[in-house]
C-alpha cells in the first residue's frame, strides 16, 4: 500500500472508532475502568488480535481459499484472540469485573481495536487499488456496519460479566465458552452473506439478525446500567452510617447529575486537580457499592476480605485526595 492510502485509510478508520469508544466510555461511566486496562484492552485487540488473525487468515486462505478463510478460519481465530483478553480479565484480574456492563465495556474497546486496523487494511488496499470503490468500502465497513466486530465480542463480554458474579471453577470456564461459540456463530453468519451468492443475502442478515441483535445488546446494556444505579443507591446509606462516607454525600452521590455537579463546583475552587481527585473519589465509592453487594450476593469467595481491604484503603486515600 502507498502511503498515501494507509494515511487516508488511518483517518477515515479513526471516524468510527472515535464513535465506537464514546459509546463504551459513555457505558461506562458509572464506575470508569482504569484507564491503562481499557488502553491495554483497545492495544490488544488492535496488535495481539489483529496482527495473530491476519497471520492465521492468509495462511488458511492460501491452502483453503479465501472462502474457508473468511467463514471458518476468520470468525474462529479472530473471536479466539479477542475472547482471550476478557478470559484472562476473568481469571487474572478479577475484581475489576463487576458484571455485565464492564465486560461489555473490554470486549468493545477490544474489538474497537481490532476494527480501527482491520478498516485501515481494508480501506489501504481499496484507495490502492483501481477495480474498487474506496468510499463505498467505507461507508460499508464505517458508516453501514462500525459496530460488527464489537457486537460479536460482546458476547463473550457479557458472558465473561456473568462469570465474574458466579464462584465455582465451571462457572468460569463454561460461561466464557457459551460466549465465544454464539461470537463465532454471529461472526460466521455475517461473513458467510458477504460470500455466499455474491454476497446477495448480505442486506437481509444484517436487517433480520445484525439490527434486532444489536437493539436487544443495547437495551441489555442500558438495563444493567440501571441496575448499577440502584446498586449504589442501595449501599450508600449503609457506607455513611458505617463512617465510611459523609451522611451528606448520599445525595451527591447517587445520581450522574448530582455527580456532575458536585465535580463541577470542585473545579470551580480548586481547579482540574480537585476535579480529578473527586472523581476518583467517587469512582472508588462506586466500585465498594458494587463488590459489597457482589460479596453480600456470595458471589466472591475467599477473595472477599482481600479486596473489600484494599478498596478500603483506596477510599480513604481518595478520600484525603479530595478533601
Not at 72 to 79: D, G, M, R, Y
Request: aromatic share 12%; net charge positive; charged share 15%.
Amino acid at each position: 500500500m502507498s502511503r498515501d492510502a494507509v494515511v487516508t485509510a488511518a483517518v477515515l478508520a479513526l471516524l468510527p472508532v472515535m464513535l465506537l469508544i464514546g459509546t463504551f466510555l459513555w457505558l461506562d461511566r458509572w464506575e470508569p475502568e482504569p484507564g491503562r486496562n481499557l488502553l491495554f484492552a483497545f492495544m490488544w485487540g488492535a496488535g495481539v488480535a489483529t496482527l495473530g488473525a491476519l497471520l492465521i487468515n492468509s495462511a488458511v486462505g492460501v491452502t483453503y481459499g479465501p472462502a474457508a478463510s473468511a467463514v471458518i478460519s476468520a470468525p474462529v481465530v479472530e473471536e479466539a484472540l479477542k475472547g482471550a483478553f476478557l478470559v484472562g480479565m476473568l481469571w487474572f484480574n478479577r475484581r475489576q469485573l463487576d458484571g455485565i456492563v464492564d465486560g461489555v465495556v473490554y470486549a468493545g474497546m477490544v474489538a474497537a481495536g481490532f476494527a480501527f486496523v482491520e478498516n485501515i487494511l481494508y480501506l489501504g488496499r481499496a484507495f490502492d487499488s483501481v477495480y474498487t470503490d474506496a468510499w463505498l468500502t467505507f461507508v460499508l465497513r464505517g458508516v453501514v456496519t462500525p459496530f460488527a466486530h464489537p457486537l460479536f465480542t460482546v458476547f463473550i463480554g457479557v458472558a465473561v460479566g456473568l462469570a465474574a458474579r458466579r464462584r465455582g471453577f465451571w462457572n468460569a470456564v463454561l460461561l466464557p465458552a457459551a460466549g465465544y461459540v454464539v461470537a463465532v456463530a454471529l461472526h460466521a453468519l455475517w461473513n458467510g452473506a458477504a460470500v455466499w451468492d455474491d454476497g446477495s443475502a448480505f442486506f437481509s442478515i444484517y436487517f433480520l439478525v445484525m439490527v434486532p441483535l444489536f437493539v436487544g445488546m443495547v437495551v441489555l446494556a442500558l438495563w444493567k446500567r440501571r441496575r448499577e444505579r440502584r446498586i449504589v443507591a442501595e449501599q450508600l446509606p449503609r457506607f455513611a452510617a458505617a463512617g465510611w462516607i459523609g451522611a451528606d454525600e448520599v445525595a451527591w452521590l447517587s445520581s450522574m447529575r448530582a455527580r456532575r455537579r458536585w465535580r463541577l463546583a470542585a473545579g470551580a475552587r480548586g481547579g482540574r486537580s480537585a476535579v480529578r481527585a473527586v472523581a476518583a473519589y467517587q469512582t472508588v465509592v462506586t466500585e465498594l457499592a458494587f463488590l459489597s453487594d457482589r460479596i453480600s450476593r456470595g458471589m466472591v469467595g475467599h477473595d472477599a476480605p482481600r479486596w473489600h481491604a484494599e478498596v478500603m484503603h483506596e477510599l480513604a486515600a481518595a478520600r484525603c485526595g479530595c478533601r
